[in-house]
């Protein structure tokens, strides 16, 4: 008994230590320095206090401390880790926590959401200051981790992110893990240093993708998820191929998936999947495969020669953010009765593919107030941003040229939120001048390239094959990096295919006179199109493309029969 006491206050002292250790990530302040002078007893010091204080809320694990028959030893770690940890990011939305206590806010247009958010915080001061607290608590956590031991991890952190990496370092040498993951583990550039880690130094045994559709693999969990089950062994040995299953839909296509080969990938081509080592979700089809390795081929969207057209996406205006101007100025007024002049703010939902304008608006606001709060957001963003300027290739007198700014002429703009399960999945359009953007609508700057280029670009991306591609990484929303490692063809300016193209989108995209001078540039007609004339350009667009890319006719039977679960494809055919 006297044993145990005395291992118990040794451990103690342990743990202390580790405490400081572990506040010091959040306070710069805290003295670490008493850590390693075992002389001392470091729950007597003033960094010990400190470091108390700087915890509250959060109690750490120590695993070191808590398992020290584990981590005490020559190849220390444990030999197998089973687990599911938790997917929330280190934040509170504000609307997310009003609507646990006023569920119907989620059913209100923004406009009135906002208005009733405001309400509320004006009635019960007592969720207002718990908000606030879980705010504090969050941000507490979030820099525990973005100053941690977790490569990647950033801005407000998923905690998976987290615990992959402690997945990696709490296993011995020849350790095995099993976990539950999001689909984001796989595709998103915050998990690429871990994915990259385990295909250079581990060996991958199984990635097994599920959908969740009706709940049928995790009941409490989002039914549109996408879930991967990992196993890795952290050995090394051979991992010259990369094993991938699913996703599978429900049980039975699971029972009978895991009893058939999975696809196999070389370790170097898992690698440079879309630059960052993203695993796709393929059909089961073994000649998926192959039609993903065609597209696959051609240079990324971001792809940057010096001479050829280059585009990227860049968002206008935050639609947390900026509301209003830093002076107090409002910026997006949420009114079904805008004055005489304003403008639209569009959101995702404001368009559809060959459909710039839907009807739906996220707010209007004074275009010569907010022309003016985006020149001043550029210039800034050009002067202190420097290469993470979404401008810094633009030239500064076009920079510093009002005029210039995108929401006076067409722009092609893409929903942020989509998702693979949905009839399309990246949703673009031309939308018209005069206009303003959410972060929901992301749109595309042009360092290079003329309207011809938007016009070919336009029509690259509203094709079903390169949907189909887009459709292998996209789980919640087309982030940026996706966007920037989609395969575009790059065929030369006089290419057939690519005039072709350019007719093609560019008829299809100038549906009004609001878009005569750009259709003039580019050489089409303008006005709208009746239905059928409509549906035989996209049909010969798509074909054209699939051309472009290289794909034959057995690879678009493929793409069209395995690309969403029950459309009529036949006449496209």
């Known amino acids: 008994r006297n044993t145990r006491i005395e291992i118990e206050e040794k451990l103690e002292e342990v743990r202390a230590r580790f405490d400081v250790l572990a506040a010091s990530r959040i306070d710069d302040d805290i003295d670490t320095d008493p850590v390693s002078d075992t002389d001392i007893q470091i729950t007597n010091e003033e960094c010990y206090e400190k470091a108390r204080e700087v915890l509250e809320g959060t109690d750490p694990l120590h695993f070191p401390a808590s398992f020290p028959e584990v981590f005490d030893s020559d190849n220390p770690g444990f030999d197998v880790i089973v687990g599911n940890p938790p997917w929330e990011r280190a934040r509170v939305e504000r609307h997310e926590f009003w609507a646990r206590y006023y569920p119907g806010l989620r059913g209100l247009s923004q406009r009135k959401r906002e208005e009733e958010i405001d309400r509320l915080q004006d009635e019960r001061p007592d969720l207002r200051a718990e908000f606030k607290q879980e705010q504090q608590e969050e941000?507490?956590?979030?820099?525990?981790?973005?100053?941690?031991?977790?490569?990647?991890?950033?801005?407000?952190?998923?905690?998976?992110?987290?615990?992959?990496?402690?997945?990696?370092?709490?296993?011995?040498?020849?350790?095995?893990?099993?976990?539950?993951?999001?689909?984001?583990?796989?595709?998103?550039?915050?998990?690429?240093?871990?994915?990259r880690k385990v295909l250079d130094k581990g060996r991958i045994d199984d990635i097994t993708f599920l959908k969740n559709a009706g709940g049928w693999a995790f009941e409490g969990m989002e039914h549109r998820y996408t879930i991967g089950l990992f196993g890795f062994s952290k050995s090394g040995g051979e991992n010259e191929k990369v094993p991938l299953r699913g996703p599978f839909p429900d049980p039975e296509s699971f029972e009978q998936g895991i009893r058939d080969d999975p696809h196999r990938f070389p370790v170097e081509s898992a690698l440079q999947w879309m630059g960052t080592a993203r695993f796709p979700l393929l059909p089961p089809e073994p000649e998926s495969v192959e039609v993903f390795g065609t597209i696959d081929s051609p240079p990324r969207l971001d792809y940057d020669d010096g001479e050829s057209w280059r585009a990227r996406p860049h968002r206008e205006l935050d639609s947390a953010m900026d509301k209003e101007a830093d002076d107090g100025t409002q910026?997006?007024?949420?009114?079904?009765?805008?004055?005489?002049?304003?403008?639209?703010?569009?959101?995702?939902?404001?368009?559809?593919?060959?459909?710039?304008?839907?009807?739906?608006?996220?707010?209007?606001?004074?275009?010569?107030?907010?022309?003016?709060?985006?020149?001043?957001?550029?210039?800034?963003?050009?002067?202190?941003?420097?290469?993470?300027?979404?401008?810094?290739?633009?030239?500064?007198?076009?920079?510093?040229?009002?005029?210039?700014?995108?929401?006076?002429?067409?722009?092609?703009?893409?929903?942020?939120?989509?998702?693979?399960?949905d009839s399309r999945t990246l949703i673009t359009a031309l939308v018209q001048p005069d206009c303003f953007l959410t972060d929901k609508a992301p749109y595309l700057l042009w360092p290079r390239g003329d309207e011809t280029d938007q016009a070919y670009l336009l029509g690259v991306l509203s094709s079903i094959p390169l949907d189909w591609y887009a459709r292998r990484f996209v789980e919640t929303n087309v982030a940026f990096y996706v966007l920037n490692a989609l395969p575009i063809p790059r065929p030369g300016r006089e290419d057939h295919l690519r005039e072709r193209v350019v007719e093609l989108a560019g008829r299809l995209a100038a549906v009004d006179e609001r878009y005569e001078d750009w259709a003039h540039t580019v050489g089409v007609?303008?006005?709208?199109?009746?239905?059928?004339?409509?549906?035989?350009?996209?049909?010969?667009?798509?074909?054209?493309?699939?051309?472009?890319?290289?794909?034959?006719?057995?690879?678009?039977?493929?793409?069209?029969?395995?690309?969403?679960?029950?459309?009529?494809?036949?006449?496209?055919?």
């Open 525 to 573: 007609e303008y006005g709208p199109l009746d239905e059928e004339t409509k549906q035989e350009k996209i049909y010969e667009l798509d074909a054209v493309v699939a051309h472009l890319y290289g794909l034959t006719r057995e690879h678009v039977e493929v793409i069209f029969e395995t690309f969403h679960d029950g459309w009529d494809y036949e006449e496209r055919l």
């Open 331 to 421: 910026i997006m007024h949420f009114t079904d009765d805008p004055p005489e002049g304003y403008w639209p703010i569009l959101k995702g939902a404001s368009f559809r593919i060959w459909d710039p304008d839907t009807g739906v608006r996220y707010a209007w606001a004074d275009p010569e107030i907010t022309t003016d709060f985006l020149q001043d957001k550029r210039e800034n963003s050009y002067r202190y941003a420097g290469s993470r300027s979404a401008f810094y290739e633009m030239d500064e007198d076009w920079v510093h040229n009002k005029s210039t700014l995108s929401c006076y002429k067409p722009r092609i703009v893409f929903r942020d939120v989509a998702r693979s399960t």
């Open 139 to 195: 941000e507490k956590r979030s820099r525990i981790l973005t100053n941690g031991p977790f490569p990647g991890i950033s801005g407000d952190p998923d905690f998976y992110i987290a615990f992959t990496w402690r997945f990696w370092n709490l296993t011995e040498s020849e350790g095995n893990v099993g976990v539950v993951l999001p689909r984001g583990a796989f595709v998103n550039s915050g998990s690429e240093s871990f994915r």
